[in-house]
């Protein structure tokens, strides 16, 4: 089969929407299908608001030259992940060609353009009016396939994928390495992505709290100051396995919803504990295993990581993202993505 792929996330560029998308179009190369990778360069997303403002009204449309370079190739099937920059009307206008399509969700683009939802309980007259305009363009997949239900149900609220095919098909782990564990003096925590919305400044609050010593890895870039916080920059996925390994916990205080963190799954692949916000679907992600917190609540934030330096405590969550990694085993995952796609 050939199969089309457009995304704006894929390697060399880093990020969880760029693996899961190198990671499946790896699972078709291998399967024996012919796979084609369409990625264009999105240049304005850090460009000033007003700019920004019109080429996501630009970008509600399709992308002339993409579509037709896809046409032209005549693939069986078309797959996208996330379409900012693409032309949110390209699969669509593919689509009426005559071809099947299947979108993979990856976050909130389609309806909140920040890719940010701090507030999940409520949908803001900015989201209505991104979700009908992108709504009207985007169109109605084949087939979407999403890794949490939480994330489909919140599209569905907003009037997305009514007539589509929705399967719930929770991303991979890496595959499960034993580490030898037990918790460290100063207690050695790590965190990925150094900004406000992954957590940075509530995780370094935390470590002023903390009422015994501990020393804070992050993942990113960041300014010297606190002997208690090391940055490393950015890492690939083998230098943050690395770091896990090494590691105690891994805290997730994420300030918006995530969908399926990829650092959770990496984290389960070498049975590294975590601390994380109950937001989005971190809880569905965990199925039970790590420590879920309010976000932003202090003392339950402490009360966890206290949990965690007891021996037996702290072998019983290892235990229990191991059994998370089992669960996501990525030889399955192949299996049943392969099937899946072949179906259609």
């Known amino acids: 089969m050939r199969i089309a792929v457009i995304t704006n996330s894929f390697p060399p560029q880093t990020g969880g929407a760029?693996?899961?998308?190198?990671?499946?179009?790896?699972?078709l190369r291998n399967a024996g299908h012919e796979v084609?990778?369409?990625?264009?360069?999105?240049?304005?997303?850090?460009?000033?608001?007003?700019?920004?403002?019109?080429?996501?009204?630009?970008?509600?449309?399709?992308?002339?030259?993409l579509q037709q370079e896809v046409i032209g190739w005549n693939p069986d099937l078309l797959m996208t992940h996330n379409m900012t920059g693409?032309?949110?009307?390209?699969?669509?206008?593919?689509?009426?060609?005559?071809?099947?399509?299947?979108?993979y969700?990856?976050?909130?683009?389609?309806f909140e353009p920040s890719g940010r939802l701090t507030d999940v309980s409520r949908i803001t007259l900015w989201q209505r009016i991104w979700s009908a305009l992108r709504g009207w363009t985007f169109g109605s997949p084949t087939m979407v396939i999403s890794p949490t239900r939480w994330l489909a149900d919140e599209h569905k609220r907003r009037g997305f994928f009514v007539d589509a095919a929705i399967e719930i098909l929770p991303n991979p782990s890496p595959s499960a390495e034993f580490v030898p564990r037990m918790p460290q003096e100063p207690m050695q925590l790590m965190l990925v992505g150094a900004t406000h919305e992954k957590g940075l400044d509530f995780a370094k609050e935390l470590l002023t709290q903390l009422p015994f010593d501990a020393h804070l890895d992050v993942v990113g870039a960041g300014m010297p100051g606190d002997a208690r916080v090391t940055y490393h920059g950015v890492l690939d996925r083998p230098a943050v396995l690395e770091m896990m390994k090494?590691?105690?916990?891994?805290?997730?205080?994420s300030?918006?919803?995530?969908?399926?963190?990829?650092?959770?799954?990496?984290a389960s692949s070498v049975g590294l504990p975590v601390v994380a916000a109950n937001v989005g679907g971190?809880?569905?992600?965990?199925?039970?295993?790590g420590l879920l917190c309010p976000e932003g609540d202090m003392p339950a934030w402490i009360d966890s990581l206290v949990h965690l330096r007891d021996a037996a405590a702290y072998a019983t969550q290892a235990s229990r993202m191991y059994e998370l990694a089992r669960n996501h085993d990525p030889v399955a995952?192949?299996?049943?993505?392969?099937?899946?796609?072949?179906?259609?």
């Open 18 to 27: 760029a693996s899961i998308a190198s990671m499946q179009v790896e699972v």
């Open 36 to 65: 084609r990778v369409w990625h264009p360069q999105v240049y304005w997303l850090d460009q000033s608001a007003p700019i920004r403002f019109l080429h996501h009204i630009a970008d509600l449309f399709s992308l002339p030259s």
């Open 86 to 103: 693409c032309g949110f009307g390209t699969a669509s206008a593919i689509q009426s060609r005559g071809y099947s399509w299947v979108h």
């Open 105 to 110: 969700l990856h976050d909130v683009q389609l």
């Open 246 to 253: 090494r590691s105690d916990a891994l805290l997730v205080p």
């Open 255 to 266: 300030t918006i919803a995530e969908n399926q963190p990829t650092v959770i799954l990496e």
């Open 282 to 289: 971190v809880s569905e992600t965990l199925d039970g295993a």
């Open 333 to 344: 995952y192949a299996a049943t993505f392969n099937q899946l796609i072949s179906n259609l």
